[in-house]
């Protein structure tokens, strides 16, 4: 069982450039979700998705587009990338809301120079 | 609007000292609460939960957490350090009504957890 599984591990991007992020999960979750994780600053959700078709804002979704055609790809681009998109992503995937726990993908770090 | 506030990002314990990591939350419902771990180079994993079947939450590696109403706490405690539980550690809340709006859960920035041999 793979759970959440997320390519690449790691990523040097020139500023401007853009790239995908892929997220796969393999438990059936209708959730998914992608977060930034910054020194010090926990993690930010950046997009959201509570379905196939359906994906919405987080707290921090400039400079990211998300899509959703099925259950289980929710993949995140970068375009016109900046050296602010310096981070480590995580993608997570979920059973329902409120109480269901978060399953996380090993994340991918990525440095835009 | 919900909150969480970790108290102190790094924290430093002998091996087999008591971990005492602290939670505030501030939601205006009442929350679901967890902690997750995250490893060097990992993803995070769940630690434990509170859904209100009971205040005192045990979870795994021998971590618990105690719900406390009136001090708005979830307080992550273990009996006795052991190495393998330096990681970085991850207190959230999610709001019970959750509509969609802003996503699942808000996190906390985390707390470093350092064990000394």
């Known amino acids: 069982n793979a759970g959440v599984t997320q390519t690449p591990k790691f990523r040097i991007l020139k500023i401007g450039q853009s790239m995908t992020l892929q997220c796969t999960q393999d438990?059936?979750?209708?959730?998914m979700y992608w977060y930034r994780q910054d020194p010090g600053m926990g993690l930010k959700l950046i997009y959201y998705?509570?379905?196939?078709?359906?994906?919405d804002k987080g707290e921090v979704p400039n400079g990211y587009n998300v899509s959703r055609s099925t259950t289980e790809d929710f993949p995140l681009r970068l375009e016109l990338a900046a050296p602010s998109q310096t981070s480590v992503y995580f993608c997570?995937?979920?059973?329902?809301?409120?109480?269901?726990?978060?399953?996380f993908g090993n994340g991918t770090r990525l440095t835009v120079t | 609007a919900q909150s969480v506030t970790q108290l102190g990002s790094h924290v430093s314990v002998s091996e087999g000292a008591l971990v005492l990591l602290r939670c505030n939350y501030s939601?205006?419902?009442?929350?679901?609460l967890f902690w997750y771990v995250q490893y060097p180079n990992q993803g995070l994993q769940l630690l434990l939960k509170y859904t209100s079947a009971a205040t005192l939450v045990k979870g795994i590696n021998g971590f618990e957490a105690e719900f406390k109403k009136s001090e708005t706490s979830f307080h992550l405690t273990k009996p006795s350090a052991h190495m393998s539980d330096a990681a970085e550690y991850f207190c959230?809340?999610?709001?019970?009504?959750?509509?969609?709006?802003?996503?699942?859960?808000?996190f906390g920035k985390g707390t470093k957890l350092s064990v000394k041999p």
């Open positions: 998705s509570v379905g196939a078709g359906i994906t």
């Open positions: 959230a809340v999610s709001d019970r009504d959750y509509g969609g709006s802003q996503g699942n859960l808000i």
């Open positions: 939601s205006s419902v009442p929350p679901y």
């Open positions: 438990m059936n979750h209708n959730y």
């Open positions: 997570a995937s979920s059973y329902g809301t409120g109480n269901s726990p978060l399953h």
